[in-house]
């Protein structure tokens, strides 16, 4: 019990070392730059401290429960030696990770705001509704893509930067077609997919594979689903808009 | 009490946004997989331990970050603050405070995200602690900084986005070429991992009210794009402080080269 509850306070003092950077901008920006004393200091105060026992659990729980099970799982698959099973997995948890991500969401109808202003869309809430979760869907499937990608490429031993560095002119080709109002919200939407509970997941899942897999290096395969998943939203979000906006 | 009801809610939403993910996990492990796990029962306490935390650390953040960093930012765009005459336009040099103040909050939000530090923890296992966990999370951060700066600068002086993406595309490209092969996918991981829970909607709040207080720009159209920067910019600096350390290595190496690295 000893033993637990010193973890935990070394968990919780890196917590708020973690959080002292935010303090100091902050209280910087506020006393000697604006120049205003801080609003309601209590309520502030007790965030901070939600904030850093919030991050301490989190931590913990990544080391018991998220990278475990991401590498138990990737065992299982490799074992059980089904490439469908393994894919249709990778689909499922990057589509189903992404489509109900609350930045997307928002981004998603900030998004369709967008659209309505250049004029691409009419100005009602049905065609709002529509737009946005079509560019939902389209970012989930993205995700959804590359993860199978990533998979592939940790099984097969592809080298990640031919694949990506082929995505980037693949982004920079489409981004001159597509039309403007689209370019910025197809480059957000690819750092808004990856949020705090699928990235753990997925990395452990990708350095599993990696390990299990003969002939993989962790160290050099095990990474790299993430950058996936942050590229291909861009291209397809890009094609969202030429076929949407078709000009 | 009314800080106990925003915690249920957050859990509540916490829970419903993980629904997806747990049921896609049991779905597989249930029906496909058919293997007992491990641990099963420790699994399932640090699943709980993750959603906890997580609801409690977003709790925290919209009780005391959020609401700070979005008048801060409304404050520092304003045109009182800046001294810009709506009439005359806006000039690059009446907004330098901004620029510190995007680059200080995308250094700091980017150390206290959760799903960076999980990534730089499986990052040193794997390298045998070569790669040391707050080295490179201070490497992802001070990516983070240079690029959300930068995107300021973009919303402030107007300049197109793909214009900025594409040359930072092509140094990335050179870069990877000149880096050792270990340090790439995780290079290319970090982009995506640093913009998450606490960075996204800080500095997506500064970038809208950047494009509203600036005459001539439009919150629609131009306060995208922040989080492109945000994304890109580690990439760089994690392929930087690769080769850093490599070199450091080397030059201790020659300094003491019986003992053994």
Known sequence: ?247 | MEILRHTLNTLAATIVDVTPIITILLVFQVFFLRQKLPNARRIVVGFLYVVGGLALFLVGLEEALFPLGRTMAAQLTAPEFTGTARAAGADWRDYLWVYAFAAGVGFATTIAEPALIAVSLKARDISGGTIHVLGLRLAVAFGVAVGVALGTFRIVTGTPLPFYIIAVYVIVILQTYCSSKSIIPLAYDSGGVATSTVTVPVVTALGLGLATAIPGRSPLIDGFGLIAFACVFPIMSVMAYAWLTAWLLRLKGRSDREKPR
């Not at chain 1, 935010?22 to 965030?47: C, S």
């Not at chain 1, 403007?180 to 990235?199: L, R």
């Open chain 1, 1 to 247: 019990m000893t033993g637990f509850v010193r973890r935990f306070l070394r968990l919780l003092a890196a917590a708020f070392r973690d959080l002292l950077p935010i303090a100091l901008v902050i209280t910087f920006f506020q006393l000697v730059v604006l120049q205003q004393p801080f609003p309601n200091i209590e309520r502030v105060l007790i965030g901070v401290v939600f904030v850093a026992v919030g991050l301490t659990l989190f931590v913990r729980g990544l080391e018991m429960g998220l990278f475990p099970l991401g590498e138990a799982m990737a065992d299982a698959f490799a074992r059980k030696g089904s490439l469908t099973g393994l894919l249709t997995f990778a689909f499922a948890l990057g589509f189903g990770a992404t489509v109900a991500e609350p930045a997307l969401i928002a981004v998603a109808a900030e998004g369709a705001r967008a659209a309505t202003e250049a004029k691409v869309i009419a100005d009602d809430p049905d065609a709002l509704t529509s737009y946005a979760l079509h560019l939902r869907l389209t970012v989930a499937v993205s995700v959804g893509v590359a993860l199978v990608i990533g998979v592939l490429r940790i099984l097969k031993g592809w080298p990640i930067h031919y694949l990506i560095i082929g995505g980037y002119i693949v982004v920079m080709a489409l981004t001159t077609m597509a039309p403007p109002e689209i370019v910025g919200i197809a480059y957000d939407s690819g750092g808004v997919t990856t949020s705090t509970i699928t990235v753990p997941l997925v990395a452990a899942l990708g350095v599993g594979l990696a390990t299990v897999i003969r002939g993989r290096n962790p160290a050099i395969d095990g990474f790299g689903l993430i950058a996936f998943a942050s590229l291909t939203p861009i291209m397809f979000v890009l094609v969202f808009g030429m076929v949407v906006g078709g000009r």
